[in-house]
């Protein structure tokens, strides 16, 4: 078997209460990894018209996954959020430690979805969760890890 070099690396794991998420928590695991599963602190009521596409799972559905984890633990914060990079890679770091891999699994989907359908609202909130959320999360995890030593962060430092 190959050993991906994941044991003790602390991996944080956005969208992961449930789904593809969990299951990638779920892997990482597996391979001794210590997780850290995100997930929405509480999904807000779409806006008149909108349906939301996927409902998030409760923060008890976070708290069962980690559980069964070993060393796991839950995190909460809307992606979408101006801080949330910083707000979550703060809390992953004070409870198992920095972190070593970020997975953008969190993603927001909502309805009616046609180009005759298109709206601003609609257009900011899907950009904000699908494409800067993953952004702030990479550049978040560059800032950090300039200051770090040791395989981690001199493999990422080489990067600039």
């Not at 949330?84 to 970020?102: I, T």
Request: with cysteine.
């Amino acid at each position: 078997m190959i050993d991906p070099g994941l044991t003790g690396r602390i991996v944080l794991v956005t969208g992961a209460a449930a789904g593809i998420g969990a299951a990638t928590a779920r892997a990482f695991a597996a391979q001794g990894a210590r997780v850290a599963v995100h997930h929405l602190p509480a999904q807000g009521p779409p806006p008149p018209g909108v349906r939301w596409e996927h409902s998030a799972p409760a923060a008890e559905t976070a708290g069962a996954l980690t559980a069964g984890l070993g060393g796991a633990i839950a995190v909460a914060a809307d992606p979408a959020g101006p801080d949330a990079a910083r707000r979550l890679f703060d809390e992953v770091e004070e409870r198992p430690g920095p972190v070593d891999v970020p997975v953008n699994n969190a993603a927001h989907c909502e309805s009616p979805d046609t180009l005759t359908e298109l709206t601003a609202g609609g257009l900011e909130r899907h950009h904000r969760v699908n494409a800067v959320a993953p952004a702030l999360l990479t550049a978040e995890l560059a800032r950090r890890a300039r200051g770090r030593t040791g395989p981690a962060g001199a493999a990422r430092s080489r990067a600039w």
